[in-house]
């Protein structure tokens, strides 16, 4: 006879998730714009204007409050554009300028994957992409919802007692 996984805790966002801009529009301070021309690097750049313009670019979006016996990761990566003051800076310097050709977007990716001799097993995965913050901030109240119901529990199979 087959057991039934239950969710028996829930699914929540984390208290300290904000919704990132998607514009970066300050510029660097003299000293770190100067370590960003003597390093030659546009990551190192863009890590930089990222700081100064307090954006995480990554951030969990959903997350389970207990034990789960499945991995479960649930995240939103935003991908900014350069707008005023940061990209007249940015454009004063060669490496830099590939940053600004970037378009903004979020991009939200959940997966669950096996755990235990399970581990190498692709339960379910999804991604959606925008750049309209209303439609990302639905999507992720909808996956809330959808992983509260217990529905993706459909994905996983059901262990069989020893």
């Given at each position: 006879m087959e057991e039934q996984l239950e969710c028996t805790n829930t699914f929540v966002i984390p208290d300290d998730f904000v919704l990132q801009s998607?514009?970066?529009?300050?510029?660097?301070?003299?000293?770190?714009?100067?370590?960003?021309?003597?390093?030659?690097?546009?990551?190192?750049?863009?890590?930089?204007?990222?700081?100064?313009?307090?954006?995480?670019?990554?951030?969990?979006?959903?997350?389970?409050?207990?034990?789960l016996p499945y991995f479960f990761e649930?995240?939103?990566?935003?991908?900014t554009a350069y707008i005023g003051q940061a990209r007249y800076q940015a454009r004063r310097v060669y490496f830099t300028k590939k940053l600004l050709t970037r378009r903004p977007k979020y991009k939200i990716k959940v997966r669950i994957e096996g755990k235990g001799f399970d581990i190498n097993k692709t339960y379910f995965t999804t991604t959606y992409e925008s750049s309209n913050p209303v439609l990302i901030t639905r999507?992720?109240?909808?996956?809330?919802?959808?992983?509260?119901s217990g529905k993706h529990l459909d994905f996983i199979p059901k262990q069989i007692p020893s």
């Open positions: 998607l514009y970066i529009s300050n510029e660097l301070e003299k000293n770190a714009f100067l370590e960003v021309v003597r390093e030659s690097s546009r990551f190192v750049a863009d890590n930089l204007y990222h700081i100064a313009n307090d954006i995480k670019t990554r951030q969990q979006i959903i997350i389970y409050d207990g034990e649930a995240t939103i990566n935003t991908e999507k992720i109240n909808s996956l809330l919802e959808y992983l509260n």
